[in-house]
């Protein structure tokens, strides 16, 4: 069941949201003064989910609150209906509330001034993007939407779908049928390109979205004749970007909590961190929104940040997600007041990942990895462990893994990071100490789980899956090192592994 379909438990003087109600919310409520109706439709966004809602649209709100009214958005989504119809009762308009240790801020943003659903009519969608007010495209559709494959970085054009848009690229309904079929139209009718701006959390997000549009588009030509794909390697670009704010899941009973303690009554409201951060690439085809305005930082290279914080933040919510999980806990401020997560993160961080990190313009990392520490111990965002365990045949391979390769090369301390290789290994196994069962979901799941159950304290299945550990598995250090970890996690437990891994050196754990 969805937040959507979730009955409310009656938000009580709280007011319904909806452009009529805007001046009758709260004084402590910030709305957006701005004419919407002025707003152009120049972004589209696809993948409207919780954090595009905390991150992006709050960028663009405020630009829109600072009077520039030329980047208004229209959100896709592909196919769950929702998000759209809770948007859609409410006028488009949604609460973010963001969260510190201390306090808590309310806004209504008001950018959106179209939700469309891709499963539903995506020949509106093709229109839109095919519109000449469109000018910037944006995706958070998941590392694994782009269907890059992590070790040969091409393209796996092995699905239906892809399929069924290239025999009728009149009719898509894919992210990449829609993009190329856009650009088609676009280039036909001398409208011009797109940008496409890719703000999923992965490495090289904007070589990933190019390899993916163009490798489409020579499908595409192969069945048609065309040469799509030269004009898009011509004149689209596809910057790369680093995208950073905690954003959890909105339960049911946050709902109703939000509604009480703000005055407002919206079906879907997100929750967020103050902290927020965006580094884009500075390539933009069709003009840019001035969003250094608002605090996003333009650069020419986003490879050092975006290394950063998928090795530092996303590797450290592998960690403990999986490993916090499995010791009971089931949120992480709750994990991160207990000293020997807590220590365990910080040693995880300063001595096994940092050291590999290349230099960071503008970044002093030790102060980056204290305020990770204060961000994952907030006890007011309350983010659920399993939701950060999600997807781990792709987190591991993007975030955890890196780090190992290099430590093994460098012949550096690695031992914290093979004891989160072996968490994930036993959280694959669907059950915890106690015997009590946990969804493990994600692309290849079902796959993964039957790999750990064959192998049990074993690791050698899992590691001969080679889309997630490549040659890693050739490495006998490496293997033996796991299979060190994941007996002891058999044996101990998490927290009392943990503790011993933290009193020895390199040598001595592995």
Request: negative net charge; proline residues 6%.
């Amino acid at each position: 069941m969805t937040l959507a379909d979730a009955p409310t438990t009656g938000p009580g003087r709280s007011v319904p949201l909806s452009d009529s109600t805007l001046h009758d919310l709260p004084g402590t409520v910030s709305v957006p003064g701005y004419d919407r109706a002025a707003l152009v439709p120049s972004v589209v966004h696809i993948g409207v989910g919780g954090f595009h809602r905390a991150h992006q649209a709050v960028y663009l709100d405020e630009l829109a609150r600072r009077g520039h009214r030329d980047w208004g958005l229209v959100g896709v989504g592909m196919h769950s209906p929702q998000i759209g119809e809770v948007l859609q009762a409410q006028d488009r308009l949604y609460t973010v509330v963001e969260r510190g240790a201390e306090q808590e801020s309310t806004r209504v943003v008001g950018v959106l001034t179209r939700y469309l659903l891709t499963a539903d009519d995506p020949g509106t969608v093709l229109d839109v993007l095919a519109d000449e007010r469109t000018r910037l495209v944006t995706l958070t559709i998941t590392g694994t939407g782009y269907r890059i494959d992590p070790h040969s970085g091409e393209f796996d054009a092995d699905d239906d779908a892809v399929r069924a848009d290239l025999e009728h690229p009149e009719h898509p309904r894919t992210v990449f049928g829609l993009l190329t079929g856009a650009l088609a139209r676009r280039r036909d009718a001398g409208t011009g390109p797109f940008t496409v701006l890719s703000c999923d959390n992965m490495q090289h997000n904007g070589a990933a979205a190019r390899t993916a549009v163009l490798s489409f588009a020579r499908l595409r030509d192969e069945r048609l004749g065309d040469d799509l794909a030269g004009w898009i390697e011509e004149n689209v670009t596809f910057p790369s970007s680093m995208v950073d704010r905690i954003t959890p899941t909105t339960t049911p009973e946050e709902r109703d909590a939000i509604a009480s303690s703000t005055g407002v009554d919206d079906r879907w409201p997100v929750i967020t961190e103050p902290f927020t951060q965006w580094v884009v690439e500075d390539s933009f085809c069709a003009g840019r929104p001035p969003l250094e305005e608002v605090g996003v930082q333009f650069v020419d290279d986003v490879t050092p940040y975006e290394t950063m914080k998928t090795r530092l933040l996303n590797a450290s919510h592998c960690a403990l997600g999986y490993l916090g999980h499995l010791a009971g806990y089931r949120t992480i401020d709750e994990l991160m007041a207990d000293d020997v997560f807590r220590e365990y993160l910080v040693r995880l961080m300063g001595e096994e990942i940092a050291p590999l990190l290349p230099p960071v313009p503008g970044i002093d990392l030790a102060e980056y990895q204290h305020a990770l520490v204060q961000r994952l111990s907030n006890p007011r965002m309350g983010d659920q462990l399993l939701r950060l365990c999600r997807r781990g045949s792709s987190k591991m391979p993007n975030y955890v893994l890196p780090s190992l390769r290099a430590a093994l090369e460098q012949h550096r301390p690695h031992q914290l990071l093979v004891l989160a290789v072996a968490g994930w290994m036993r959280f694959l196994r669907g059950y915890d100490y106690a015997g009590e069962r946990f969804p493990v979901e994600g692309p290849m799941s079902e796959r993964l789980v039957g790999l750990a159950l064959e192998g049990d304290v074993e690791p050698e299945p899992l590691l001969s899956e080679s889309t997630v550990f490549g040659t890693l598995s050739r490495d006998e250090h490496f293997v033996a090192s796991v299979e060190v970890a994941l007996r002891a996690l058999e044996e101990q437990g998490p927290r009392e592994v943990i503790q011993l891994y933290l009193t020895l050196d390199e040598e001595g754990a592995a």
